[in-house]
């Protein structure tokens, strides 16, 4: 499986927009781009997802690197609620490969 | 419906006792899975099951034995546990088909266990 590297941990102000990075080097062109977030005591919550195309829907906007070896989570506006791991996952189209977590970035919100 | 159900939310057992944890969904998804989560850790997947048939086991010790009653219920039957189980078990379920697209899993809030 392609892997994706994100940062440990970012930090954010409250109502500010937040940039979340993946690196994806060596995804594949059937791979699909899947963030997922977990708040606390939560399970993982399905954010977005997107092939090629910058994606956005009401809970957040993803961006796509034109060569797709990278991509952005973009949260316009961070509140407090907004506080958890992010994850950044890669799933092929052509197969029943299951969703296999990496480490993610855990998203602290400053009030 | 768009949720999965997992009972109980928190369960402490003894290491010789027997316990089962379940799992309910009502979204007509046909893939159901179980994954295991170890604190500040990711997600790791345990079993799927597709169209109540186990299809995938990712070489889990056999003191859990998964069952699938029908296309709604999934369980998660506990023998003989040691205490480096205690984790939180998530129960997911999606769509089986193969394709990367959609909304992909929907998630329980799981089962925080402990095993004494």
């Known amino acids: 499986d392609a892997k994706t590297t994100q940062p440990n941990s970012m930090e954010s102000n409250e109502e500010e927009p937040v940039h979340l990075p993946c690196n994806h080097s060596?995804?594949?062109?059937?791979?699909?781009i899947h963030w997922y977030r977990q708040l606390p005591s939560q399970g993982p919550e399905y954010v977005i997802h997107g092939l090629t195309s910058n994606v956005n829907n009401r809970m957040a906007s993803l961006a796509i690197a034109e060569d797709r070896k990278s991509s952005t989570l973009i949260l316009h506006r961070a509140t407090l609620r907004d506080a958890a791991v992010y994850y950044c996952?890669?799933?092929?189209?052509?197969?029943?490969?299951?969703?296999?977590f990496g480490s993610g970035t855990q998203l602290t919100v400053l009030p | 419906d768009t949720e999965v159900t997992q009972t109980p939310k928190h369960l402490v057992m003894g290491m010789t006792n027997k316990k089962s944890l379940k799992c309910e969904q009502h979204m007509g998804h046909r893939a159901m899975y179980w994954y295991k989560q170890k604190a500040k850790k990711p997600p790791e997947l345990m079993f799927v099951y597709s169209y109540e048939k186990l299809s995938i086991n990712e070489s889990v010790p056999s003191r859990f034995s998964p069952e699938c009653p029908n296309s709604s219920l999934l369980n998660l039957h506990l023998h003989a546990l040691q205490p480096e189980d205690s984790a939180l078990y998530l129960c997911?379920?999606?769509?089986?088909?193969?394709?990367?697209?959609?909304?992909?899993?929907?998630f329980g809030s799981g089962t925080r266990l402990t095993v004494v």
């Open positions: 060596t995804i594949s062109g059937t791979d699909y």
């Open positions: 996952i890669l799933r092929d189209v052509g197969s029943a490969r299951q969703l296999t």
């Open positions: 997911a379920s999606s769509r089986p088909e193969r394709t990367g697209q959609g909304r992909g899993y929907t």
